[in-house]
């Protein structure tokens, strides 16, 4: 299994910054990708930003070139640094962690709780 714990949300102005923190735990040597998922009340869970094999990245249209996404190299931790925040960012930010084998016989999310931002206008 694998635990993911979440940080670093709260209530900021719009043009504000904010970085989320997630911490993994457990069978972390098996992860394949780590990444950030919001859901916004009366709305779908979307995707924000994804880090494949500690590098390769990927973003949501509306994340580009305001939100950046890191991850340490040892896969215990993944990162989400947001600019230029806007009110449409309000929502609750998920972690999400992909792992495979050795320890699972294929690919199994595993989430984290949740972390709300909120962006006041």
């Known amino acids: 299994q694998v635990q993911l714990v979440e940080s670093g949300g709260g209530l900021v102005q719009a043009g504000d910054s904010l970085r989320l923190s997630c911490a993994a735990s457990g069978d972390t040597i098996c992860i394949s990708a780590m990444g950030w998922f919001r859901q916004a009340p009366g709305k779908e869970r979307e995707m924000v930003a994804r880090i494949i094999d500690g590098s390769i990245t990927y973003y949501a249209d509306s994340s580009k070139g305001r939100f950046t996404i890191s991850a340490d190299n040892a896969k215990t931790a993944v990162f989400l640094h947001m600019d230029s925040l806007k009110p449409e960012d309000t929502a609750v930010y998920f972690c999400?962690?992909?792992?495979?084998?050795?320890?699972?016989?294929?690919?199994?999310?595993?989430w984290g709780q949740g972390t709300q931002v909120t962006v006041s206008s």
């Open positions: 999400n962690a992909v792992a495979a084998k050795p320890c699972f016989d294929g690919d199994v999310d595993f």
